[in-house]
């Protein structure tokens, strides 16, 4: 089997990478998936905010939008990602600006961990999947993978993974 580049493992510098294909049944499979979640949007992002709030009170103060606002921002960033799974390079630099923005509301490295983990879980719920689910699996490394570009381009160095996580 040839070996292909995951959607949304890229950056904005060229490297080897870049002369591999991109995995389309991944693709197809991450924006199936994701339209799942889509159709249920408000839940969706309801769940990951008492989650959020939940697990890290101190973060609300960085959300200064009301509730029905951040969860459209939720739902536009996670559509663009989907839109430009085939275009890894328009994606990369929709990150790169998406993890800036964050670093100046304050979003630090250790933040991203706990928002991955988050929003897989409430996918799980949206979904009713457990999280060795083939589809929660391939979009907590998605996710993965688009926090570390958000965080590289933030300028700070990603944070290690616990081994649950992993």
């Not at 995951?6 to 510098?13: F, K, Q, R, T, Y």
């Not at 998936?33 to 889509?38: E, H, N, Q």
């Not at 509301?105 to 999280?131: D, K």
């Amino acid at each position: 089997m040839p070996v292909r580049r995951h959607p949304v493992a890229n950056s904005l510098a060229a490297t080897p990478l870049d002369r591999l294909p991109v995995d389309e049944s991944l693709v197809d499979r991450l924006k199936a998936t994701y339209s799942r979640v889509r159709v249920h949007d408000q839940e969706f992002a309801r769940s990951f905010y008492a989650k959020l709030f939940a697990a890290a009170p101190q973060l609300r103060a960085m959300f200064r939008s009301d509730p029905s606002s951040q969860a459209l921002k939720l739902t536009a960033a996670l559509d663009s990602v989907v839109q430009n799974l085939e275009r890894p390079r328009e994606n990369a630099a929709m990150l790169a600006g998406l993890g800036c923005r964050h670093a100046q509301y304050g979003a630090r490295p250790e933040h991203y961990e706990l928002v991955v983990a988050l929003l897989v879980e409430s996918m799980q719920e949206i979904l009713h999947t457990s999280s060795d689910d083939p589809s929660i699996v391939e979009w907590r490394m998605a996710l993965r993978l688009i926090a570390d570009q958000m965080i590289a381009a933030s300028g700070s160095a990603p944070v290690a993974r616990s081994a649950r996580d992993r």
